[in-house]
């Protein structure tokens, strides 16, 4: 079964420092894996996510993630932290190989910017 | 992009109550959609799986009697919460995913629901 742990409910960081959000998963196939970002009172949007191929993705927003299979980790970072970036972030992983797959969603970690 | 919107985006209703929430795909079909509840500071919980056409598969714990989900067409999918109680209220989130392509769901901003 799938699984998705995130590290670190809350993680403060000062604006234009490196954010680095870290999430490990367990799959018994391989995953595809997303970062979902959501502010107060909205839906999810998602900033990235990992199917095939290159294993450092690029998102939006100047977000990025790598794949590592080694380590079952699909950590979330950016350079450079800016005052909107403060928001809920959550990990996902989700089937390959269904026709329906479900999501399952870590538990999720709140980024806050300071000034 | 493809849009997802949701009606209404906040209701506030009695005990007892039956409350209807609608989730679209606004630009695209959506042969199955997802309907999820966060409760506050939480992740999102998979209620169940919305497939047009047919009944809704609903995860371990969640009272298909009390939730009832109807996806009667490629943009539409309903999530009745059927004799409301308090413990119900939480922000509800639907997903459709976009037919031929299993990989991405696009989400709904959400309807909060407040059961007094």
């Known amino acids: 079964a799938q699984s998705v742990t995130q590290l670190g409910s809350h993680v403060s960081v000062s604006e234009g420092a490196l954010v680095l959000l870290r999430c490990n998963y367990s799959?018994?196939?391989?995953?595809?894996l997303f970062w979902y970002v959501q502010y107060p009172n909205q839906g999810l949007q998602l900033l990235l996510k990992?199917?095939?191929?290159?294993?450092l993705v690029k998102g939006i927003n100047g977000f990025e993630a790598e794949f590592k299979k080694s380590e079952t980790s699909f950590h979330l970072t950016k350079p450079s932290a800016h005052m909107s970036d403060a928001a809920e972030y959550f990990c996902?992983?989700?089937?390959?190989?269904?026709?329906?797959?479900?999501?399952?969603f870590g538990s999720g970690t709140r980024l806050s910017i300071r000034p | 992009g493809a849009v997802v919107s949701q009606h209404p985006s906040w209701v506030i209703c009695k005990s007892g109550t039956s409350v209807k929430i609608e989730c679209r795909s606004l630009?695209?079909?959506?042969?199955?959609m997802f309907w999820y509840r966060q409760f506050p500071k939480q992740s999102l919980m998979l209620m169940a799986t919305?497939?047009?056409?047919?009944?809704?598969?609903?995860e371990q714990g969640v009272e298909k009697d009390k939730f009832l989900i109807n996806h009667a067409s490629l943009t539409l999918s309903t999530l009745t919460v059927t004799s409301a109680h308090p413990e119900d209220s939480s922000f509800y989130i639907c997903?459709?995913?976009?037919?031929?392509?299993?990989?991405?769901?696009?989400f709904g901003p959400g309807t909060r629901l407040t059961v007094l």
């Open positions: 630009d695209f079909q959506a042969t199955t």
């Open positions: 997903s459709a995913r976009v037919s031929g392509f299993t990989d991405t769901q696009y």
């Open positions: 996902a992983v989700s089937l390959t190989r269904s026709s329906a797959s479900k999501i399952i």
């Open positions: 990992y199917t095939t191929g290159a294993t």
């Open positions: 919305s497939n047009e056409g047919s009944k809704a598969t609903y």
């Open positions: 799959s018994s196939v391989p995953p595809y």
